[in-house]
């Protein structure tokens, strides 16, 4: 086996293992970014949390409000913030009205 496909079995087995946790989030491992993200539904609507590895995005999801990154966009704004952190300009975002966009 290759180290890609190393690599990708063991990112399939922490998406796996995390989505068995968390069966309410959509979970994955962003191939581009190298980041980890789920879309996990808060008190004010769906949330998208970004981490460095498997094990942080776990606490990103237990606690999604008070993660730091990407920061949600406060409802209301004119224009809609672009998430980049180690992303690529335009990349994927949070409307203001909490709806995600690519």
């Given at each position: 086996?290759?180290?890609?496909?190393?690599g990708?079995?063991?990112?399939?087995?922490?998406?796996?293992?995390?989505?068995?946790r968390f069966?309410?989030?959509?979970?994955?491992?962003g191939p581009?970014?190298?980041?980890?993200w789920?879309?996990?539904g808060?008190?004010?609507?769906?949330r998208?949390?970004e981490a460095?590895?498997?094990a942080?995005?776990?606490r990103?999801?237990?606690?999604p409000?008070a993660?730091?990154?990407?920061r949600?966009?406060?409802?209301?704004d004119a224009?809609?913030?672009?998430?980049?952190?180690g992303?690529?300009p335009?990349?994927?975002g949070?409307?203001?009205?909490?709806v995600?966009?690519w």
């Open positions: 086996m290759t180290t890609v496909a190393t990708e079995a063991t990112a399939a087995s922490a998406v796996r293992e995390l989505r068995a069966p309410a989030a959509v979970v994955w491992f581009f970014t190298g980041r980890w789920a879309m996990v808060t008190d004010h609507g769906p998208l949390v460095i590895t498997p942080e995005l776990g990103a999801i237990a606690s409000a993660w730091p990154w990407p949600p966009t406060p409802r209301g224009e809609p913030e672009r998430h980049s952190r992303g690529r335009g990349g994927p949070v409307l203001p009205n909490g995600w966009a």
